[in-house]
């Protein structure tokens, strides 16, 4: 499954961010299939006066392997570094903010979020709780077409992992961690091959 040649290496921007982010930028680095343009991600927690516990983690990884990094804020005025860029795939896991078309249509070919649960089911946010809150038997990560509403572009290709009894959230997160690059490439190449 994984032999097709990558002769043109495919650019990725990666909007990311916690630990199901990190998990897939590791991952991507180290399969080395998609060239990583530039890591976009956010300082604050959603309440914007905590710093996010994993930020100095993705400061210290882009470093490290060479990776421009660049932190937004609400206003996401520097996406407008997109703009400088060439890049094949602009790709989001657990981005926090809408990111708007102009920057959507920047990607050469298109851009897509890995959005945690099986779409169309729980669209927005929280999704793995209100997963475990309606017992559900399954859930896991959906990769899709971004658009201008929420979790509604098409759907390209879902990673399921079984919900058993007794789960927490964090046992659900821990479960989707190695499925993130898997579904990415998985979903890229079906891309890739398709047009």
Known sequence: MWNYK???????????ARELGFHTLKDTIEDNFFEVKAVITHYYEPNLKTKRKLFDKYVTFCEEKSIPLVVVNKNQSNLRILKEIKFDFL???CYKYIIPDEFLDLAKIGSYNMHRSLLPKYK??????????????????TFHRMTGVVDSGE???QYKVPIERGDTEKEIFEKLYPTQYVLMKRALLKIIKGK
């Open 6 to 16: 990558n002769e043109k290496k495919y650019s990725v921007v990666c909007l990311f």
């Open 91 to 93: 790709i989001a896991n």
């Open 155 to 157: 759907i390209i290709d």
């Open 124 to 141: 927005g946010l929280k999704p793995i709780k209100k997963a475990l809150e309606n017992k559900e038997k399954e859930t896991g990560t």
